[in-house]
């Protein structure tokens, strides 16, 4: 099955700054990437997704990279608000036929105002 | 309107106890899912069902049923609740994968924090 890595575990950036948040992945076979955010006692949201024919992709503020090879995916988020404090976490589908995702662990964001 | 909704939100009760909890999705998805968040915020799927069939069980006691008398309901019945299901239980709803391909978006509930004492 599939085994999805997530680091760091916390991450306190100030506001205005950058952050990344790196994701690693255990099944070649994976071919979507999506991020969730978890906003304090809210539920898990989609933000942004890859899928494997491409390498990057962007949405405003935030970007997703992929690096098949080495089998590692990263969120960044440029100009952060405070809003953007939240624990974010990345998943990849197992090849049970694709139906199933493997969350990372979740990084907690915090921005420092 | 609310795409994926259950109830209740809150759950306090005792060991011993049996208790179910209710989703339901109004998205028109094929595909619902169970998921449980414990304390360090860890997400793992439970359960998954596509179309009213379970697709997925992940290891988990037997003491958990899941049952979904069509697809835009997905319940989660637990008996002889102990304190370590206390976590929040997320429902979770998307559209069906065809021929293995990409997954697609799945939407959460608002999740129930159940409390077992």
């Known amino acids: 099955g599939e085994n999805v890595e997530q680091h760091p575990s916390t991450l306190s950036v100030q506001e205005g700054d950058s952050a990344v948040i790196k994701c690693t992945y255990s099944?070649?076979?994976?071919?979507?990437f999506p991020w969730y955010k978890q906003e304090l006692g809210k539920r898990p949201q989609l933000i942004i997704d890859?899928?494997?024919?491409?390498g990057e992709k962007k949405d405003q503020r935030i970007a997703v990279t992929l690096n098949k090879t080495a089998k590692h995916f990263s969120l960044h988020i440029t100009e952060t608000q405070p809003e953007d404090s939240a624990v974010y976490f990345c998943?990849?589908?197992?090849?049970?036929?694709?139906?199933?995702?493997?969350f990372g662990t979740g990084t907690r964001l915090t921005i420092i105002p | 309107d609310t795409a994926v909704s259950q109830t209740p939100k809150y759950l306090v009760t005792q060991m011993g106890n049996d208790k179910s909890i209710k989703c339901e999705q109004n998205l028109g998805h094929d595909t619902m899912y169970w998921y449980k968040q414990d304390s360090k915020k860890f997400l793992k799927i439970m359960f998954s069902?596509?179309?009213?069939?379970?697709?997925i069980n992940e290891t988990v006691p037997n003491r958990f049923s899941p049952k979904s008398p069509d697809k835009a309901h997905l319940n989660l019945h637990i008996n002889s609740l102990e304190l370590g299901d206390s976590a929040v239980y997320f429902c979770a709803s998307s559209q069906k994968v065809v021929n293995r391909g990409a997954p697609y978006e799945q939407y959460f509930g608002p999740g129930t924090r159940l409390t077992v004492t």
């Open positions: 069902y596509n179309n009213k069939e379970l697709i």
């Open positions: 890859i899928r494997s024919n491409v």
């Open positions: 998943a990849a589908p197992t090849n049970f036929g694709n139906e199933k995702l493997t």
């Open positions: 099944d070649s076979a994976s071919n979507y």
